[in-house]
């Protein structure tokens, strides 16, 4: 299995980013897909899911800006991020699952992809 983030990068506040994982070495339809964050001291969050049912997720902070999305063809998730603010500014993993129940955490999730930095500055 592998999975692979692209995307990062640093960008000034109320700029964009679009985040792409690539997965392969499993039927990628057959898992859910999300996108956490992390930054240094704190836990892994759930930014944005989507199960294979199309339902989305999104994290209070990040509804109306961020936009999660896949391509089942190319096997490619994407996290579109717009209006991004300084509070946006972590590592952002990529991660394959069963789902879940009120919002993605990452013990639910068995498949990650290499974090790739965001930084937003002022």
């Known amino acids: 299995v592998q999975v692979t983030v692209s995307g990062g990068g640093s960008v000034q506040a109320g700029g964009s980013l679009r985040l792409s994982c690539t997965a392969s070495?499993?039927?990628?339809?057959?898992?859910?897909m999300a996108w956490f964050r992390q930054v240094p001291g704190k836990e892994r969050e759930g930014v944005a899911g989507i199960d294979n049912d199309g339902i989305t997720w999104y994290a209070d902070s990040v509804k109306g800006r961020f936009t999660i999305s896949q391509d089942y063809a190319k096997n490619t998730l994407y996290l579109q991020m717009n209006s991004l603010k300084p509070d946006d500014t972590a590592m952002y993993y990529c991660?394959?699952?069963?789902?879940?129940?009120?919002?993605?955490?990452?013990?639910?999730?068995?498949?990650w992809g290499q974090g790739t930095q965001v930084t937003v500055s002022s």
């Open positions: 991660a394959a699952g069963r789902g879940w129940y009120v919002e993605p955490i990452p013990v639910d999730f068995d498949y």
């Open positions: 070495g499993y039927t990628y339809s057959d898992y859910s």
